[in-house]
Structure formats: C-alpha cells, structure tokens
C-alpha cells in the first residue's frame, strides 16, 4: 500500500485566492482526520471523518475553511479565501483500528 | 474537553543515555495513548502506544509508562542514538464504538549529542 497520498506537497498563493488541499487514505481505512501543523500552535486537529461522514468539526477555524469526503477514498480540505495565517503545514491521517497514520502533509504558503 | 500537558519541551542528551519524556492527560475517559515521532520535515509516525488497562509497555529501547490514577504517561528511550534526534508527540484518544478523539501534546525537540 502506499500509505495515506497527499497533493499537492507544496502549494504558494497569494491572500485572497482558494486553497483546495486533497488527501487519498489508505485503502479500507474507514476514519480520515485532517490536521494543521504551525510552529506556535502545535499539531490541531480540523476536521474528522468517519465512514465518510464529519464527526467532529470543532477544530475547523472559521467558516472560510470547509471539508468534503465525498466517498471513501478521497477527501478535500478547502480554505476561501486563503489569509497569511493560514500558513502551515496540512496533513491527512487515516486510521482502521487504533492508530493513524500520516500523509506526508501540504506545506502551504500564504503570501 | 481532553487537554494534554507534555514535558519538557526541549531535552538534550549524550549518546547513550537515556531520555524520558512525560504527559499528563486530563479526561479520565481516555483510553488510548500513542507516541509519535516526527523528524524535520517528515510526517509524525507512531512508535508505540499503550492503552488504558495496561500499566508499561516495551519494544526493543522504547518503553511506555502509564498511571491511570494520576492521569500521567512517559516515554523512555534507552541507549540513545543520534537518530532518535526528532520531535516526539504523546496523545491522549477517546475511543469508543469508532469514534475516536485524538489530542495531542506540543511535543518534545529531543537532541542527541554524538
């Protein structure tokens, strides 16, 4: 298997503009977490999924960001309009019984 | 909600020594207590975990504590090496019935000197 995919690896915007994040989890994996990585904030969780569904959205930061996981093996995280803050690292983990497992993350960029 | 404390924030050894990081977790339902270790620029991946109703857990110079009464846990890495140098995360997980709540500490900058 080649583990949870994330794309694109890096992404460079400018304020303003819309930021679509894409994440492939493992395959028969049935809960997809996305989670935001910065320097001051540590590791948050955003959004989670289960069988497809959002179970918990507490952690998402406002309305600009919204999560879809249209079936089982792909999800999107998409942030409108894109700000500075908004900077980070984004990743993906999906998990079957216990223990999640990590994508690779998006390095984003908000200039 | 879960609020997980992690301690010490930065920890520098000598090769060969051993480290110990610990966490304190404040929901006496968590039940689930991965560690994971992340390297500079890589995805975190987890290398041990334990739950509730074990008390230590060890593989090969990892070993994981847990006191359910205190509401405490560590990770102790034993005979270090300089490629245990990473940040290391505990978390505290609510798992029931395929929810799962993860919260995770603001982890540990390990340094080990050659």
């Known amino acids: 298997d080649a583990g949870v995919i994330q794309s694109p690896r890096h992404e460079v915007t400018e304020m303003g503009q819309e930021v679509t994040l894409r994440c492939k989890p493992i395959?028969?994996?049935?809960?997809l977490f996305w989670y935001r990585q910065t320097m001051m904030r540590g590791l948050e969780l955003l959004i989670y999924f289960n069988n497809n569904v959002p179970i918990d959205d507490s952690g998402m930061p406002e309305d600009r960001f919204s999560a879809k996981m249209p079936n089982a093996s792909f999800s999107t995280l998409k942030i409108q309009p894109s700000e500075p803050r908004d900077s980070a690292v984004y990743f993906c983990a999906s998990r079957w019984t216990d223990t999640q497992y990590f994508g690779p993350g998006t390095r984003l960029t908000v200039l | 909600g879960e609020n997980v404390e992690q301690h010490p924030s930065t920890l520098s050894v000598q090769e060969g020594d051993s480290a110990v990081i610990k966490c304190t977790y404040s929901d006496s339902a968590s039940n689930y207590f991965p560690w994971y270790k992340q390297e500079l620029g890589k995805r975190p991946q987890l290398i041990i975990d334990?739950?509730?109703?074990?008390g230590e857990k060890k593989d090969q110079r990892i070993a994981v504590t847990l006191n359910k009464t205190a509401k405490h846990f560590s990770l102790h890495i034993t005979e270090t090496q300089p490629e245990d140098s990473a940040v290391y995360f505990c978390?505290?997980?609510?798992?029931?019935?395929?929810?799962?709540?993860?919260?995770f500490g603001t982890g540990t900058k390990l340094q080990v000197i050659p």
């Open positions: 334990i739950r509730s109703n074990v």
């Open positions: 978390a505290a997980s609510i798992d029931s019935g395929g929810y799962q709540k993860v919260t």
């Open positions: 395959s028969g994996h049935n809960s």
